[in-house]
């Protein structure tokens, strides 16, 4: 199938041409002339398979035609985070360039009067937060009366989030003559039970299994014990030829910690996580999709569908609590064709949230030994035959030479009965963990 086959309008399939799209991916198959034909639509998909441009594109095309009243938008996508809110503005601006479609994106962190601005104006097209959309909806900046078209995207972590009571509130305050979109990487009840409520004989719609990984991503597991985390981390660093990766933690506290710790090391590593500035949020995401931070330490919530296409590698500092998050995490690298690497260090008191993980993957580590050499191939017991793709030397993260000769001495130095036992010191942060 091409987009042709899908008859979307001239100006859309020029703006994806342009994008460089050969052909729709399986989500944009199946739900793009659904949501043609007007259907509610329920679409079980996760980030990373092409689930945004499957509502953004027949949206552009429906709403082409009309034109929005002051303060009252024609359609509504809502986000869980302001991250993934703005990704989606921006497909919106990317596949809707030959369209005149005004667009106006509420999120927190952001000024309000440069949003009530826009709102002003009328818009086709709103993307918002929930609780940011609430916000300006109690203060009498928005009416939600002509709502033709309503995305709930991301259902899933929008329920882990709290933010069912608001969506609730939301839609009841949205005329039931409208389209609903609803899209989830799970289907747990309570979301099953949310769209039996809100949307009318939907079309279900769903690629792969959900919260399986994809198999363009290989597994690794080490066991540290946790004073050994930020050293072993930096060995993996250096053997692995990491061109850039994300770097999940567990806690906000470590996030800020392990980045810290990083830099110390002459990495270029930046935090990323939900306490800080919206400004400060936006810009490192820039610069990590510019290539100029090289490691994204993170939070689940902050890098929750962060599109970032070839990211080598990604690594849990934690182990996730949820298995879900464990493949969502995994899941920011392998896109798009890509292959990835994913590294996961656990501790003995791990076991519980690893055996869930393992329950979900249908998978179970075999741990690599880092005295011995890092396996090429998937170190999990049913490995994924997945070609092993060489990513660029030269562009590969390395700490500063200085720290790195010193440090690779150390790893190298056969009489070193102990590649751990230059355990660093916290200074006056101490990590959760060790509390
Ligand atoms: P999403 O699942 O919406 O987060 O999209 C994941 C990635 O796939 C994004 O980088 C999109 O730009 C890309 N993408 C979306 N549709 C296509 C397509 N038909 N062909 C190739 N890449 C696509």
Redesign the pocket.
Do not use: W
């Given at each position: 199938m091409t987009?042709e086959d899908l008859g979307l309008s001239p100006e859309t399939l020029k703006a994806?041409n342009e994008?460089?799209?050969?052909?729709?991916?399986p989500?944009?198959a199946k739900a793009i002339p659904a949501i043609q034909m007007t259907r509610d639509v329920v679409g079980l998909?996760?980030?990373?398979?092409?689930?945004?441009?499957?509502f953004t594109l027949p949206m552009i095309d429906a709403l082409s035609g009309g034109r929005a009243k002051m303060r009252m938008p024609r359609s509504l996508v809502l986000e869980p985070t302001r991250e993934l809110a703005a990704?989606v503005a921006e497909?919106f601006e990317v596949y809707g360039k030959y369209h005149k479609l005004n667009k106006a994106l509420l999120v927190g962190g952001e000024s309000m009067g440069e949003q009530m601005k826009l709102l002003e104006q009328g818009v086709d097209v709103l993307i918002a937060t929930p609780g940011r959309l609430l916000d300006l909806f109690e203060r009498g900046h928005i009416l939600l009366n002509d709502i033709k078209i309503l995305v709930i995207d991301e259902a899933d972590r929008m329920m882990d989030m709290g933010f069912i009571p608001d969506i609730e509130k939301i839609v009841s305050l949205i005329p039931p003559m409208r389209q609903t979109l609803l899209f989830s990487a799970t289907m747990p009840p309570e979301i099953k039970k949310l769209t039996e409520k809100f949307l009318s004989n939907p079309k279900e719609v769903s690629v792969a299994a959900a919260a399986s990984p994809a198999e363009t991503v290989e597994q690794f597991l080490v066991h540290v014990s946790p004073k050994d985390k930020n050293n072993t981390l930096d060995i993996i660093l250096k053997r692995e030829d990491v061109r850039n990766a994300f770097i999940f933690c567990n806690r906000k506290k470590d996030v800020d910690i392990v980045a810290k710790w990083l830099k110390g090391k002459g990495y270029e590593a930046e935090p990323l996580h939900g306490d800080m500035a919206q400004s400060k949020r936006t810009e490192t995401l820039q610069k990590f999709k510019d290539d100029k931070i090289k490691l994204l330490v993170c939070s689940d919530v902050a890098a929750r569908?962060i599109?970032v296409?070839n990211v080598s590698h990604v690594f849990n500092y934690d182990v996730p609590m949820t298995p879900d998050d464990y493949v969502h995490r995994i899941g920011r690298t392998g896109?798009?064709?890509n292959t990835g690497r994913a590294w996961m260090m656990t501790t003995a008191r791990d076991e519980k949230f690893l055996s869930a993980i393992q329950q979900l993957i249908k998978k179970e580590f075999d741990p690599v030994d880092l005295k011995q050499k890092t396996p090429s191939s998937s170190s999990s017991k049913s490995p994924q035959k997945t070609p092993e793709k060489k990513t660029q030397t030269d562009k590969a993260v390395k700490p500063s030479k200085v720290k790195e000769k010193a440090s690779q001495k150390k790893y190298n130095d056969p009489n070193s009965s102990n590649e751990y036992d230059d355990a660093q010191g916290f200074g006056d942060d101490i990590p959760s963990f060790l509390k």
């Open positions: 987009f994806v994008r460089g799209y050969k052909e729709p991916t989500i944009q998909a996760q980030t990373g398979t092409g689930k945004t441009a499957s990704q497909n569908g599109d296409n896109r798009a064709g």
